[in-house]
């Protein structure tokens, strides 16, 4: 199964994604050379005793590939991120896990010019709205996901990883950056549709140390070193395919939107306290006060944690 593609300096193209031939495990991560015209030059798998896939490559700017994906044969937990680094004739350079104790995975990597690597994902380990923050009667099953968003130096040592999202699923397969070095992210969410369970897109806007302002928890991901050696499979290609016209019907759609950050309410489990305390509006956007019965005020930004 390949997932991703890019053109390579010499008009090719490289390919990656995952494999269940030849492997070490249950899948392992496989990466395509191909020529200009789609043929063949290697075809090379990676992986340990368990479960490797690759989602994303990118050229990195002294043009060989990173790329990044999910393992389960190392790390902190049952799945984690993977970022690892290989030569164009795909032999290993470097690679690392990034998790915690449950699942977390990435989806999307790109280089910026200063060396530095950006990746995304979900991680199932950290995240605003998941059990470290709610000790209450919320159970929370391995689809309560939080988006993520790491940044890296050259080598894969953390600079910074920020979790975004609340009691649900949220997921993120893709970024952008923006001029003034911050990150537009898209993703999904059922987090925010509390009356269904249906999912909504959802848009999240960072500056260039990945702050929103809302819903989001700095992390501390645990790294582990992964090395592999890479294995040549014995592929073969074929050419042809059938092409058919595709009618497609445009339909107008008007999409309401909604800011997520509303989605935080304040309230208190003591019952004094709370008919002592006034807060103001609520939910709130940017800044809320809090008045106590002797009508003393603190006022404070929506985005704090309380």
């Given at each position: 199964?390949?997932?991703?593609?890019?053109?390579?300096?010499?008009?090719?193209?490289?390919?990656?994604?995952?494999?269940?031939?030849?492997?070490?495990?249950?899948?392992?991560?496989?990466?395509?050379?191909?020529?200009?015209?789609g043929n063949m030059r290697w075809a090379k798998s990676?992986?340990?005793?368990?479960?490797?896939?690759?989602?994303?490559?990118?050229?990195?700017?002294?043009?060989?590939?990173?790329?990044?994906?999910?393992?389960?044969?190392?790390?902190?937990?049952?799945?984690?991120?993977?970022?690892?680094?290989?030569?164009?004739?795909?032999?290993?350079?470097?690679?690392?896990?990034?998790?915690?104790?449950?699942?977390?995975?990435?989806?999307?990597?790109?280089?910026?010019?200063?060396?530095?690597?950006?990746?995304?994902?979900?991680?199932?380990?950290?995240?605003?709205?998941?059990?470290?923050?709610?000790?209450?009667?919320?159970?929370?099953?391995?689809?309560?996901?939080?988006?993520?968003?790491?940044?890296?130096?050259?080598?894969?040592?953390?600079?910074?990883?920020?979790?975004?999202?609340?009691?649900?699923?949220?997921?993120?397969?893709?970024?952008?950056?923006?001029?003034?070095?911050?990150?537009?992210?898209?993703?999904?969410?059922?987090?925010?549709?509390?009356?269904?369970?249906?999912?909504?897109?959802?848009?999240?806007?960072t500056d260039s140390m990945g702050i929103s302002g809302?819903?989001?928890?700095?992390?501390?991901?645990?790294?582990?070193?992964?090395?592999?050696?890479?294995?040549?499979?014995?592929?073969?290609?074929?050419?042809?395919?059938?092409?058919?016209n595709v009618n497609v019907t445009t339909l107008p759609?008007?999409?309401?939107?909604?800011?997520?950050?509303?989605?935080?309410?304040?309230?208190?489990?003591?019952?004094?306290?709370?008919?002592?305390?006034?807060?103001?509006?609520?939910?709130?956007?940017?800044?809320?006060?809090?008045?106590?019965?002797?009508?003393?005020?603190?006022?404070?930004?929506?985005?704090?944690?309380?």
């Amino acid at each position: 199964m390949l997932f991703r593609s890019v053109q390579t300096a010499d008009g090719g193209f490289v390919i990656a994604g995952k494999t269940t031939t030849n492997t070490n495990g249950q899948a392992d991560m496989i990466l395509i050379k191909t020529d200009a015209n789609g043929n063949m030059r290697w075809a090379k798998s990676y992986g340990l005793q368990a479960w490797e896939e690759s989602e994303s490559l990118t050229i990195s700017h002294d043009g060989n590939y990173l790329i990044c994906g999910a393992t389960t044969s190392s790390g902190a937990g049952s799945y984690d991120i993977l970022l690892w680094k290989c030569d164009t004739a795909g032999n290993y350079m470097w690679g690392k896990t990034y998790g915690g104790s449950k699942s977390d995975a990435s989806y999307y990597v790109r280089e910026k010019t200063d060396g530095s690597i950006v990746v995304a994902g979900y991680t199932n380990s950290w995240g605003y709205g998941h059990a470290q923050q709610y000790p209450l009667p919320v159970m929370l099953g391995d689809d309560s996901t939080n988006i993520f968003l790491m940044k890296t130096d050259s080598m894969g040592d953390v600079i910074w990883a920020q979790s975004y999202g609340d009691k649900k699923q949220d997921e993120a397969f893709n970024f952008s950056q923006t001029v003034d070095g911050g990150y537009i992210i898209p993703g999904f969410s059922n987090s925010y549709t509390y009356s269904t369970d249906s999912l909504q897109m959802l848009l999240i806007r960072t500056d260039s140390m990945g702050i929103s302002g809302c819903h989001e928890q700095r992390v501390n991901p645990i790294v582990t070193t992964a090395v592999y050696t890479p294995q040549i499979l014995p592929f073969t290609q074929s050419r042809g395919m059938d092409i058919s016209n595709v009618n497609v019907t445009t339909l107008p759609w008007n999409i309401p939107d909604d800011d997520a950050c509303l989605y935080i309410g304040i309230s208190s489990p003591d019952a004094t306290i709370e008919s002592s305390l006034t807060v103001f509006p609520n939910p709130a956007k940017g800044s809320f006060t809090i008045e106590s019965s002797d009508r003393k005020s603190t006022r404070l930004n929506s985005s704090h944690r309380t």
